[in-house]
């Protein structure tokens, strides 16, 4: 079984600050890991994903997340918030067997203080 | 077409009514998910088609709830006797082959229940 726990359900920064958004995961084998975005009135759309290989991953809009096996974690950062970037963002795992279904976490709504 | 396409993108329907939701994935994609999103809550998964296998129903919250997929083409959600508590958007994906591919997303139907 495999499952995302996303730490925060609201996380609220000032315009230029870090932005630090937390992705816990569970999965029995090697996952692969996204981070999907949803801004106000939109659907979803993929910010970044980890499949194999190089554990830093860089998405679109500045966004980056590492990958840490040792944590179980797929935090999402960005180094200076823009005003633009206040949306809701999803955690997600595929296991890379099984029926492999996508998993979303309950997501975090992100707000820019201007 | 270019992208998952839904239909319709909004309905609303009286209580105790049926309803049906369409979703039109991109061609070639053998896998299909439907996801709940409630207001101001995180995606809620509800079925999963990939390929011939059988589908993954564990997410469908009654016997109300039904979905089906013809080969790797149409899907269709069916609610049979609406409940106010059905209000929601639905969402469709849709994903190219198995594994490590992100999945593509419709804009959903927004559906309203009174």
């Known amino acids: 079984a495999q499952s995302v726990t996303q730490l925060g359900s609201h996380v609220s920064v000032s315009e230029g600050a870090l932005v630090l958004l937390r992705c816990n995961y569970s999965?029995?084998?090697?996952?692969?890991l996204f981070w999907y975005v949803q801004y106000p009135n939109q659907g979803l759309q993929l910010l970044l994903k980890?499949?194999?290989?190089?554990?830093l991953v860089k998405g679109i809009n500045g966004f980056e997340a590492e990958f840490k096996k040792s944590e179980t974690s797929f935090h999402l950062t960005k180094p200076s918030a823009h005003m633009s970037d206040a949306a809701e963002y999803f955690c997600?795992?595929?296991?890379?067997?099984?029926?492999?279904?996508?998993?979303f976490g309950t997501g975090t709504r992100l707000t820019i203080i201007p | 077409g270019a992208g998952v396409s839904q239909s319709p993108s909004n309905k609303v329907t009286e209580k105790g009514k049926d309803v049906e939701l369409r979703c039109d994935p991109i061609?070639?994609?053998?896998?299909l998910y439907w996801y709940r999103q409630r207001l101001g809550q995180g995606l809620e998964f509800l079925i999963y088609?990939?390929?011939?296998?059988?589908?993954?129903k564990s997410g469908l919250p009654s016997d109300r709830f039904s979905a089906e997929r013809t080969g790797e083409s149409v899907s269709t959600l069916t609610i049979q006797r609406t409940q106010q508590e059905d209000s929601a958007v639905y969402l469709c994906?849709?994903?190219?082959?198995?594994?490590?591919?992100?999945?593509?997303f419709g804009q959903g139907t927004r559906l309203t229940v009174v």
């Open positions: 994906a849709s994903s190219p082959r198995r594994g490590n591919t992100e999945a593509f």
């Open positions: 999965s029995s084998v090697p996952p692969y």
């Open positions: 980890y499949t194999t290989g190089a554990t």
């Open positions: 997600a795992v595929i296991s890379n067997f099984g029926n492999e279904k996508l998993t």
């Open positions: 061609s070639g994609h053998t896998a």
């Open positions: 088609f990939q390929g011939n296998s059988a589908p993954d």
